[in-house]
């Protein structure tokens, strides 16, 4: 829904670098998997005062009901993430861990494919390790853990409103796994099933992107709309497996840092090899102490997000930057509570060049790197998403935030493998055909998909006629009979209020153009044509999947138009009537696109009944208006019925006539040739 900015010159990693990052970060995930096990499992750290207790009870991200929980192989951590920087000494560190739903690796597969594409001759050249292998590796680990030779598979987005939802779709598309909301899965007798058409279908693997006190309301949190009543019992009775396991988010607090160290010691009988950056949680005197004697050069973090150290402050903080009240209370938070936040060093992020205005400049440059389950071990993605700051500071490298991001570029000393998740073009394939089946919510957004489609098309004529028998176009600008009928059935349609019927029979013509006007504004609130494409825009983004990028950048440069051109709209009619008329144009290329180009599967049909029975109330809600009291023929009615419903032409071509009564009502209800009848939409729909 927004430009994604990348940079076309890639971030280089040489093959001994990468040969040292890819160790250090199977390490750190075998390790963080441990400390998660340890957690919901035995607490042997804890007991034994290797891990502080406060770090773990104290955060939300803790699940209590996990507790004894054991996943298939011990498997908590199936995708990590880990955002690192290097030093203007060459040395790489560890800037977070990403356990809970971590995010990136769509966008990084999304920018190696337009920039291979970009620069294809380069790419090839130089050497570069592919992805696809990563995502086939995650793929196989996370089936195999299922045990099953076929196993059902989905991915659990909140939604189109996330800002990562592009990579939730991309993801689903590319790994071939359903793509599904909480509302589309059930739990019954302790098995996980999406709920389809065709009826329940158990769904073997949950790839999550929704946070795990999200994922079950029974169990977990009771306010979630984006979970799964019963998840929890599934996982207890091993019918299912979560990836990444509920609870994993426990070890994203950045204060644990601390502790990695010792534990890798411990846990993994290792030395850590790609050091966390300096960490000191105040929960512990000597550490605290540390903190509060070098507050200034430091940065100030709470241990748990939803708390601050300041009233006015949310994150991070640096003390250099504070007020004096600020610096004297986050000191005194520090010495009350010292358990909730933690100091580290204020990161020095070395710089990489970016194009920019025609030139090279170097920017400020942070890496997210990947590792995944691969049924065996631990993998890397031999790549990664840069991200490079806007301004010249090391600060505020975000993804999300409008910074920019590069393709990483692992490169290797010898020929790299030319893998990819294509189908070769000798690869036998068997035949199939979609449609068989379809997510129940799905089925329900493409059918009012349909129907806003064809209400906003429906609206769209009934203003435009209006407009045109203001502006005396339709050789009735005088005719008051017409234009009240016209105002009517919009205020029928709660497009226009209860007073412009009035002043269309009164024949106060210039204060009915300034309410069409308004109803083509962003003013118009809730029941305006602009509502009205925006409820068409919400409902297509439920099913973004399912569009063709063309029909995507038709309903975009409908909404875009709309937005645009309808603001400037004040009371001109000609303006007003080009507007209507482009729109027109766009809403039937969009439905055109939908009839010629979508297979006639079960997405198709549902599609087509929104549309079908929203054609059908329309022209019967019309008829009514137009048809059923005195003499239609003399006043104007046929000939606006005949534009609404769009079947002039074929009227004429028929019967050489003026309109008259019955063959108009035969045409527009009874005659089931045409595409514009009621008839017509009942043989469709049976």
Same mark, same amino acid.
């Not at 239609?632 to 050489?656: K, N, Q």
């Given at each position: 829904?927004?430009?994604?900015?990348?940079?076309?010159?890639?971030?280089?990693?040489?093959?001994? +670098?990468?040969?040292?990052?890819?160790?250090?970060?199977?390490?750190?995930?075998?390790?963080?998997?441990?400390? /998660?096990?340890?957690?919901?499992?035995?607490?042997?750290?804890?007991?034994?005062?290797?891990?502080?207790?406060?770090?773990?009870?104290?955060?939300?991200?803790?699940?209590?009901?996990?507790?004894?929980?054991?996943?298939?192989?011990? =498997?908590?951590?199936?995708?990590?993430?880990?955002?690192?920087?290097?030093?203007?000494?060459?040395?790489?560190?560890?800037?977070?861990?990403?356990?809970?739903?971590?995010?990136?690796?769509?966008?990084? %597969? $999304?920018?190696? #494919?337009?920039?291979?594409?970009?620069?294809?001759? !380069?790419?090839?050249?130089?050497?570069?390790?592919?992805?696809?292998?990563?995502?086939?590796?995650?793929?196989?680990?996370?089936?195999?853990?299922?045990?099953?030779?076929?196993?059902?598979?989905?991915?659990?987005?909140?939604?189109?409103?996330?800002?990562?939802? &592009?990579?939730?779709?991309?993801?689903?598309?590319?790994?071939?796994?359903?793509?599904?909301?909480?509302?589309?899965?059930?739990?019954?007798?302790?098995?996980?099933?999406?709920?389809?058409?065709?009826?329940? +279908?158990?769904?073997?693997? @949950?790839?999550?992107?929704?946070?795990?006190?999200?994922?079950?309301?029974?169990?977990?949190?009771?306010?979630?709309?984006?979970?799964?009543?019963?998840? =929890?019992?599934?996982?207890?009775?091993?019918?299912?497996?979560?990836?990444?396991?509920?609870?994993?988010?426990?070890? +994203?607090?950045?204060? %644990?840092? *601390?502790?990695?160290?010792?534990?890798?010691?411990?846990?993994?009988? $290792?030395?850590? $090899? !790609?050091?966390?950056?300096?960490?000191?949680?105040?929960?512990?005197?000597?550490?605290?102490?540390?903190?509060?004697?070098?507050?200034?050069?430091?940065?100030?973090?709470?241990? &748990?997000?939803?708390?601050?150290? #300041?009233?006015?402050?949310?994150?991070?903080?640096?003390?250099?930057?504070?007020?004096?009240?600020?610096?004297?209370?986050?000191?005194?938070?520090?010495?009350?509570?010292?358990?909730?936040?933690?100091?580290?060093?204020?990161?020095?992020?070395?710089?990489?060049?970016?194009?920019?205005?025609?030139?090279?400049?170097?920017?400020?440059?942070?890496?997210?790197?990947? =590792?995944?389950?691969?049924?065996?071990?631990?993998?890397?993605?031999?790549?990664?998403?840069?991200?490079?700051?806007?301004?010249?500071?090391?600060?505020? @490298?975000?993804?999300?935030?409008?910074?920019?991001?590069?393709?990483?570029?692992?490169?290797?000393?010898?020929?790299?493998?030319?893998?990819?998740?294509?189908?070769?073009?000798?690869?036998? /394939?068997?035949?199939?055909?979609?449609?068989?089946?379809?997510?129940?919510?799905? *089925?329900?957004?493409?059918?009012?998909?349909?129907?806003?489609?064809?209400?906003?098309?429906?609206?769209?004529?009934?203003?435009?006629?209006?407009?045109?028998?203001?502006?005396?176009?339709?050789?009735?600008?005088?005719?008051?009979?017409?234009?009240?009928?016209?105002?009517?059935?919009?205020?029928?349609?709660?497009?226009?209020?209860?007073?412009?019927?009035?002043?269309?029979?009164?024949?106060? %013509?210039?204060?009915? $153009?300034?309410?069409?006007?308004?109803?083509?504004?962003?003013?118009?609130?809730?029941?305006?044509?602009?509502?009205?494409?925006?409820?068409?825009?919400?409902?297509?983004?439920?099913?973004?999947?399912?569009?063709?990028?063309?029909?995507?950048?038709?309903?975009?440069?409908?909404?875009?138009?709309?937005?645009?051109?309808?603001?400037?709209?004040?009371?001109?009619?000609?303006?007003?009537?080009?507007?209507?008329?482009?729109?027109?144009?766009?809403?039937?290329? &969009?439905?055109?696109?939908?009839?010629?180009?979508?297979?006639?599967?079960?997405?198709?049909?549902?599609?087509?009944?929104?549309?079908?029975?929203?054609? *059908?109330?329309?022209?019967?809600?019309?008829?009514?208006?137009?048809? /059923?009291?005195?003499?239609?023929?003399?006043?104007?009615?046929?000939?606006?019925?005949?534009?609404?419903?769009?079947?002039?032409?074929?009227?004429?071509?028929?019967?050489?006539?003026?309109?008259?009564?019955?063959? /108009?009502?035969?045409?527009?209800?009874?005659?089931?040739?045409?595409?514009?009848?009621?008839?017509?939409?009942?043989?469709?729909?049976?």
């Amino acid at each position: 829904a927004h430009p994604w900015r990348m940079d076309p010159i890639p971030f280089l990693i040489s093959p001994a +670098e990468w040969r040292m990052l890819e160790r250090g970060l199977i390490q750190r995930a075998r390790l963080l998997n441990a400390v /998660v096990d340890d957690i919901y499992g035995a607490q042997k750290l804890l007991t034994d005062g290797r891990l502080p207790a406060p770090l773990v009870f104290g955060n939300a991200k803790f699940l209590r009901p996990m507790r004894g929980v054991q996943p298939p192989e011990g =498997v908590h951590l199936h995708v990590l993430a880990f955002d690192l920087a290097r030093g203007a000494d060459g040395k790489w560190w560890v800037m977070s861990d990403r356990t809970q739903a971590p995010s990136g690796a769509g966008y990084a %597969l $999304e920018n190696r #494919i337009v920039l291979s594409r970009t620069l294809p001759d !380069i790419f090839r050249r130089a050497r570069a390790h592919r992805l696809a292998g990563f995502f086939q590796a995650m793929r196989d680990g996370l089936l195999s853990l299922t045990g099953r030779d076929e196993p059902h598979a989905v991915l659990l987005t909140p939604g189109p409103r996330n800002e990562t939802y &592009f990579e939730h779709a991309y993801l689903a598309r590319y790994l071939g796994f359903s793509l599904v909301e909480g509302a589309d899965l059930t739990v019954r007798d302790s098995k996980v099933y999406l709920k389809t058409l065709s009826g329940l +279908e158990q769904v073997d693997l @949950i790839l999550r992107r929704v946070d795990g006190d999200f994922c079950d309301p029974l169990e977990l949190r009771n306010d979630s709309l984006m979970g799964v009543a019963g998840l =929890v019992e599934a996982l207890r009775a091993g019918n299912v497996v979560v990836a990444n396991g509920l609870g994993s988010g426990v070890v +994203e607090s950045d204060a %644990l840092m *601390a502790f990695y160290p010792g534990l890798c010691r411990t846990l993994l009988r $290792e030395e850590l $090899e !790609i050091s966390s950056i300096a960490t000191w949680w105040c929960g512990q005197a000597k550490e605290r102490d540390y903190v509060l004697d070098n507050f200034d050069r430091l940065t100030l973090r709470p241990a &748990f997000k939803r708390t601050s150290i #300041i009233n006015n402050g949310a994150g991070a903080i640096h003390p250099a930057t504070l007020s004096r009240a600020d610096r004297e209370q986050a000191i005194a938070s520090i010495r009350e509570e010292g358990q909730r936040y933690f100091g580290q060093e204020t990161p020095s992020y070395s710089t990489t060049p970016v194009w920019q205005d025609g030139a090279l400049a170097p920017r400020s440059m942070s890496l997210r790197m990947f =590792v995944c389950f691969d049924g065996n071990g631990y993998t890397v993605m031999p790549g990664g998403l840069a991200r490079t700051a806007d301004a010249p500071g090391p600060q505020g @490298i975000r993804l999300g935030q409008g910074d920019a991001t590069k393709d990483a570029w692992v490169l290797s000393d010898t020929p790299v493998s030319t893998f990819t998740r294509l189908a070769a073009p000798d690869q036998p /394939v068997a035949l199939r055909r979609s449609g068989a089946n379809l997510a129940s919510r799905t *089925a329900d957004n493409l059918f009012w998909l349909g129907r806003y489609a064809e209400r906003a098309e429906s609206s769209m004529r009934l203003i435009r006629s209006m407009i045109a028998r203001l502006s005396g176009e339709a050789g009735a600008g005088e005719d008051t009979h017409t234009l009240a009928r016209l105002a009517h059935t919009l205020v029928e349609m709660e497009h226009l209020p209860e007073s412009a019927s009035r002043l269309a029979e009164a024949g106060e %013509l210039q204060s009915l $153009e300034r309410e069409l006007a308004r109803m083509l504004s962003a003013s118009a609130g809730p029941n305006g044509l602009l509502a009205l494409l925006a409820d068409l825009d919400r409902i297509a983004s439920l099913v973004r999947e399912r569009l063709s990028l063309d029909s995507w950048r038709i309903l975009n440069n409908l909404r875009a138009r709309a937005e645009h051109q309808g603001a400037a709209i004040r009371l001109d009619i000609d303006d007003a009537l080009a507007l209507l008329n482009a729109m027109l144009a766009d809403l039937t290329a &969009f439905s055109g696109m939908q009839n010629e180009n979508m297979t006639r599967s079960l997405a198709w049909r549902m599609m087509d009944i929104g549309r079908r029975i929203e054609r *059908a109330t329309h022209m019967t809600a019309l008829a009514r208006e137009m048809l /059923v009291d005195g003499d239609p023929a003399s006043d104007g009615r046929l000939d606006l019925l005949l534009e609404l419903g769009d079947s002039a032409m074929t009227y004429r071509t028929r019967y050489i006539t003026a309109p008259r009564l019955a063959p /108009v009502a035969d045409l527009l209800l009874i005659d089931d040739t045409n595409p514009r009848s009621v008839a017509f939409q009942m043989r469709t729909l049976a």
